[in-house]
């Protein structure tokens, strides 16, 4: 409407073609795992073997096969050392880590961590009981309407559960498959909520949500009458929770880079976005002005408190899952050979086939190797010949 359309889908192209760079460095990396993966037994017996009888020792079949027993146990962490590098390198600030610090889910290597009273953890991946939706905020605790209500509102779960079959009664499976990802985000916090604890650890629970509802969140549940007694250590990108934190700490790469206030985060280097002062006059403004909208809006269709309660009874939401069993039908090898192309398949299916025929062939070639110049049947060939042809089997 104001001639925004190109200058965003420029900045929108960039970034994605800045993503599309870093995530095809990846795919490669992992290529060249699964290289060493597949070459790193053939390479460290070839090498060892070859180095041995170049410097004039002879092989028998108690050492060679002595020797592959030992590789064949040093191939697992040899072949998760460049998983390791590859993991190295991973798009984390060090945020989540904070947290289990603090949680002494990791080793402390210097300062001090002091903690008092009880802590309730929300990670960043919600863990949903397979359950009814009550179950789930419960979690054993006695039912307290009132704060059960509060809380279902405060993570602006109600209007959710009034439209579900069952409402907080409705069963939920496993991981939360039948919810959304901000509804397990949400579902996990209200959990938090209805406990209660001195301290709450939030790991990044406003990123499933819409700007909106974590406005809502922000201001209702984790600024709200529920929790604003407490202590909140809240792990977040969202401008909104820093313009109201009452201490920033600014991570990157898993360092600390910066502390202070929101007004000192502001004029701060380390403040890449808009100031917080122009965002809380400007976009919170609009923002606020949206939300009175939706708020009176969810307050025409929303039930009342009495509303919500629901047969005792849980109700199964969860459709059956369909699925075949046997064998694979010959049909989906050639989808799958169609759409990855015919050219791609067979150059796959050659390689697999020849990785393992180097396999068998190479410790054939071994146990030859030895008959040959141990038994009594003596073959006058060079170490340069068994060398050649085990790099054959190798290629």
């Given amino acids: 409407m104001y001639g925004w359309e190109l200058l965003f889908m420029s900045w929108l192209k960039e970034i994605r073609s800045s993503e599309?760079?870093?995530?095809s460095t990846r795919k490669y990396l992992d290529a060249w795992c699964v290289f060493f993966?597949?070459?790193?037994?053939?390479?460290?017996?070839?090498?060892t073997f070859g180095l041995f009888t170049l410097m004039g020792y002879q092989l028998d079949a108690a050492m060679v096969f002595t020797c592959l027993a030992l590789f064949n146990t040093l191939i697992s962490p040899l072949n998760s050392f460049p998983w390791v590098i590859n993991g190295l390198i991973d798009v984390g600030s060090g945020k989540s880590s904070l947290l289990n610090s603090i949680?002494?889910?990791m080793r402390l290597i210097h300062g001090s961590i002091y903690l008092g009273g009880s802590i309730t953890y929300v990670p960043q991946v919600p863990w949903i009981l397979s359950g009814t939706i009550r179950e789930n905020i419960l979690f054993g605790k006695a039912y307290d309407s009132t704060r059960y209500s509060d809380v279902l509102e405060a993570c602006a779960l109600d209007i959710d559960i009034s439209l579900m079959v069952g409402g907080d009664m409705a069963y939920i499976g496993d991981k939360g498959v039948n919810l959304s990802g901000g509804q397990r985000a949400r579902l996990a916090l209200a959990r938090a909520i209805y406990h209660g604890s001195d301290?709450?650890?939030l790991d990044d629970v406003l990123s499933a949500v819409d700007a909106q509802v974590a406005w809502w969140i922000l201001h209702n549940a984790i600024l709200g009458p529920l929790m604003n007694q407490h202590t909140r250590v809240l792990c977040t990108h969202n401008i909104q929770a820093m313009s109201s934190a009452d201490m920033i700490v600014v991570m990157d790469k898993?360092?600390?880079?910066?502390?202070?206030?929101?007004?000192?985060?502001?004029?701060?280097?380390h403040s890449t976005f808009c100031s917080l002062n122009e965002f809380t006059v400007s976009q919170v403004q609009s923002l606020e002005c949206s939300t009175n909208t939706s708020t009176e809006t969810k307050q025409d269709c929303k039930p009342e408190r009495?509303?919500?309660?629901?047969?005792?009874?849980?109700?199964e939401i969860i459709e059956v899952e369909l699925r075949k069993e046997g064998r694979v039908e010959?049909?989906?090898?050639?989808?799958?050979a169609t759409y990855s192309g015919w050219f791609i398949t067979v150059v796959?299916?050659?390689s697999a086939i020849l990785m393992q025929a180097s396999r068998n062939g190479n410790d054939l070639w071994l146990s030859y190797w030895v008959d040959t110049t141990t038994g009594s049947s003596h073959t006058e060939y060079s170490t340069s010949f068994y060398l050649v042809t085990d790099q054959f089997f190798f290629e």
């Fill in 20 to 23: 599309v760079k870093h995530l």
């Fill in 37 to 47: 993966w597949a070459t790193t037994p053939t390479l460290f017996s070839l090498f």
């Fill in 103 to 105: 949680l002494k889910e």
């Fill in 199 to 201: 301290i709450f650890m």
């Fill in 254 to 269: 898993g360092h600390v880079k910066w502390v202070g206030s929101s007004t000192d985060f502001s004029v701060s280097s």
């Fill in 306 to 315: 009495d509303s919500i309660c629901v047969p005792g009874e849980a109700q």
């Fill in 330 to 336: 010959l049909t989906v090898y050639k989808n799958y």
């Fill in 348 to 350: 796959i299916c050659l």
